[in-house]
């Protein structure tokens, strides 16, 4: 009567809903829309940094040979014949012991080779022109950013695929991209299943309980930059799941349903899968929580039914559907961050299976640490808000105790791993 | 003739500014939209959870006593009298010998104590009527999630302030928060000046660059929890400045303006200030980049004077801007992610400065490891893109070698630092 299935280990979950994983498509913004958007194309310089030989300091233009023989003992003067501001071009040609006022980030005159900064000049009027005199020598190239020290035209500065921080979005505006090709957000239809949710705004009734896995899967779909949509509640029933589900299923790149991958008797998806002809890729695999995870496809198109249990839901969107989303968005390391955390606390409890633990991770003093927040039963939704990391424990092994080093997936960071 | 300033030391200058920092306003917003704001209350379960003693597995809910003689040699049969699924309850009593097949997250029925799985069980018909059997016993308790287990009623289970992440997003439907008081976005008004700036859309030209600053400060504000509100570039002319920001000073919280804060020939900003009868809290500051960042109050009003140089500008904003967002947003720790990494590779450069030098954070085998980008120029914008902290040497130190443990502030951690 129960029907049996065959767990398979998560990497290669993982990998089978890889296969199915193609960068999505792209669009153009605005650069004030672009901030938190992933880059559709590399981003090159289309001019030198900087652009011309520039001053880094408010001061004086000089030919630096002039300035050979100046000494505490023996001031060289030069005459100041005129003030450049940023954005103003000298236009008067700079004789021996002439010198121009410029400002940071004006362009050098043609004729000089060195700045003197204010801080080292003292300036004066003499029979109306202006004076400066300095009481060392310069060499030539001394304060002067040079056109293209920090960057060669053509270059590229930042590859496709990056999420777009506030340091891309200045190097955009640098770069003239007034408007910005971006990964188009992957659209996510989700369904719940359950005939014990409420919405969040029905008072509790006897046996059951707030619908809270919408909420969740669409803040996760956003994290990972796709765009939710919430198709509602399906019905306890084959008939009206299939029909809602063949609907919507154009309209979206994934969809994910949250409840009723079970082998309970309401659990309608495994028929709903059979009778959109959509293959089955796993529907148990050997890991806690999110045992029933189970995704199929059809045409390429990939759905995954979700845990209906808020931890199993949570973990089975970032493990299966985050990667798919980032490599839509063009990412290379479309994994969740993956590195090493030294353990807080014992962790006794041995399981045959990989475990995935809602945790903690800080740093101390150069080192990772990670703690599990809250107990780990797979029906406890509060220690979601708290975890920043899964803790992953292989299957098969005993307890671990404070002081291993142990595997961290970290959930917020936007780097990625690249496998 | 070049006004002389007076350095003061960066924490010094931070402190001085957030003596001006305070909560900001509240809001109330959907559920769907609460993702990534900040929350303005405590979030309080408003019922036990579990909210009822339910079954975390499916299978049969029966009287512990009655399987106490179960054995692999003698199976003790039950008859099962009835099946409810999550979100049902059960209508019949249960007796002696009797049973209530069970679905994940139903209520337990009144009479029963323990829940057996599926998978250890034999389910038969006989005479029209359903039973199974057990070849081992149960305790009270056996497989029940106990109501309140996890979470009792009026508990406090996220501070105020906190970000909204997924799981904070769980948590507020789990407790039906249809409405969340969130904080509202701390308005930030942003001018540019300088007359080398183009606008990203023109073409390059001598002398002139484009106008990075206004679009990395703009995604900094986002970042930051705020809403910027761009007011373009000032003339370089002091009239038009002042009434320019008289204009718009009312309608926002805190302004900034980027570039003419040094004190060059046409940096009117310390002449605006003085007009408006702002009180300079600061206009030089021991930091490199940086060090011509100037912050004044009105009314308690705070405008911040920020470098014209991107990465001054940057960093100013990270320094200065982002702790006082913060604190409008509730959080009790407004100030970036402090912690410690190892350095990758030497950093020779011996400074008077503490110096903020963009840097990337990576993790290795739990530790942590820090690496600058790009050479140090202030004038360097290329650098920003890939940096996620700022590695952070105090002044008066010589050069730094692989291997010292060094502190670094992470840019794209949402937890923060209380100080």
């Given at each position: 009567m129960v029907e049996k299935r065959t767990p398979i280990p998560v990497m290669e979950a993982i990998q089978k809903v890889m296969k199915f994983a193609k960068e999505g498509e792209a669009e153009v913004v605005p650069l004030e829309e672009a901030y938190g958007r992933y880059l559709a194309e590399n981003l090159q310089a289309d001019h030198d940094v900087p652009p011309f030989d520039r001053s880094p300091y408010d001061g004086f233009a000089i030919r630096a040979a002039d300035s050979a023989l100046a000494s505490l003992e023996h001031p060289i003067e030069f005459e100041v014949i005129e003030t450049i501001g940023a954005g103003q071009v000298a236009t008067k040609e700079v004789g021996p012991f002439q010198a121009v006022r410029i400002m940071t980030g004006a362009q050098i005159p043609n004729d000089c080779d060195a700045v003197v900064m204010f801080e080292v000049t003292n300036e004066y009027e003499r029979d109306g022109k202006t004076y400066m005199s300095i009481k060392r020598s310069f060499r030539p190239g001394d304060n002067i950013s040079f056109q293209g020290e920090d960057t060669k035209k053509g270059e590229v500065l930042v590859e496709k695929g990056t999420f777009i921080n506030p340091g891309v979005q200045a190097l955009l505006a640098t770069f003239g991209y007034a408007k910005v090709k971006v990964a188009k957000k992957p659209k996510i239809g989700i369904f719940a299943t359950g005939s014990e949710l409420l919405d969040v705004s029905e008072p509790l009734a006897p046996g059951k309980i707030r619908n809270s896995n919408a909420y969740m899967i669409q803040a996760q779909a956003i994290r990972s930059g796709a765009t939710p949509v919430y198709f509602g509640k399906l019905a306890d029933d084959a008939d009206q799941c299939f029909a809602a589900i063949e609907r919507v299923?154009?309209?979206?790149?994934i969809l994910i349903t949250t409840g009723g991958v079970s082998v309970g008797d309401y659990d309608y998806l495994p028929v709903i899968y059979e009778r959109l002809g959509a293959e089955v890729?796993?529907?148990?695999?050997?890991?806690?929580?999110?045992?029933v995870t189970t995704v199929a496809q059809i045409d390429g198109k990939l759905l995954f039914g979700l845990s209906g249990n808020p931890s199993a839901c949570y973990v089975g969107y970032e493990l299966f559907v985050r990667p798919v989303i980032r490599t839509m968005l063009y990412?290379?390391?479309?994994?969740?961050y993956k590195t090493k955390a030294t353990l807080l606390s014992d962790f006794p409890k041995p399981n045959p299976f990989t475990r995935f633990v809602r945790s903690y991770v800080s740093a101390k003093e150069g080192q990772l640490y990670v703690s599990p927040v809250?107990?780990?039963?797979?029906?406890?939704?509060?220690?979601l808000a708290k975890a920043n990391a899964l803790m992953v424990l292989p299957g098969g092994t005993r307890g671990f105790a404070k002081g291993d080093l142990v595997d961290v997936w970290l959930l917020e960071n936007e780097k990625g791993s690249a496998q």
């Amino acid at each position: 009567m129960v029907e049996k299935r065959t767990p398979i280990p998560v990497m290669e979950a993982i990998q089978k809903v890889m296969k199915f994983a193609k960068e999505g498509e792209a669009e153009v913004v605005p650069l004030e829309e672009a901030y938190g958007r992933y880059l559709a194309e590399n981003l090159q310089a289309d001019h030198d940094v900087p652009p011309f030989d520039r001053s880094p300091y408010d001061g004086f233009a000089i030919r630096a040979a002039d300035s050979a023989l100046a000494s505490l003992e023996h001031p060289i003067e030069f005459e100041v014949i005129e003030t450049i501001g940023a954005g103003q071009v000298a236009t008067k040609e700079v004789g021996p012991f002439q010198a121009v006022r410029i400002m940071t980030g004006a362009q050098i005159p043609n004729d000089c080779d060195a700045v003197v900064m204010f801080e080292v000049t003292n300036e004066y009027e003499r029979d109306g022109k202006t004076y400066m005199s300095i009481k060392r020598s310069f060499r030539p190239g001394d304060n002067i950013s040079f056109q293209g020290e920090d960057t060669k035209k053509g270059e590229v500065l930042v590859e496709k695929g990056t999420f777009i921080n506030p340091g891309v979005q200045a190097l955009l505006a640098t770069f003239g991209y007034a408007k910005v090709k971006v990964a188009k957000k992957p659209k996510i239809g989700i369904f719940a299943t359950g005939s014990e949710l409420l919405d969040v705004s029905e008072p509790l009734a006897p046996g059951k309980i707030r619908n809270s896995n919408a909420y969740m899967i669409q803040a996760q779909a956003i994290r990972s930059g796709a765009t939710p949509v919430y198709f509602g509640k399906l019905a306890d029933d084959a008939d009206q799941c299939f029909a809602a589900i063949e609907r919507v299923l154009h309209e979206v790149d994934i969809l994910i349903t949250t409840g009723g991958v079970s082998v309970g008797d309401y659990d309608y998806l495994p028929v709903i899968y059979e009778r959109l002809g959509a293959e089955v890729l796993f529907n148990k695999i050997a890991m806690r929580p999110g045992s029933v995870t189970t995704v199929a496809q059809i045409d390429g198109k990939l759905l995954f039914g979700l845990s209906g249990n808020p931890s199993a839901c949570y973990v089975g969107y970032e493990l299966f559907v985050r990667p798919v989303i980032r490599t839509m968005l063009y990412s290379s390391k479309p994994y969740l961050y993956k590195t090493k955390a030294t353990l807080l606390s014992d962790f006794p409890k041995p399981n045959p299976f990989t475990r995935f633990v809602r945790s903690y991770v800080s740093a101390k003093e150069g080192q990772l640490y990670v703690s599990p927040v809250g107990m780990d039963k797979s029906n406890i939704v509060t220690s979601l808000a708290k975890a920043n990391a899964l803790m992953v424990l292989p299957g098969g092994t005993r307890g671990f105790a404070k002081g291993d080093l142990v595997d961290v997936w970290l959930l917020e960071n936007e780097k990625g791993s690249a496998q």
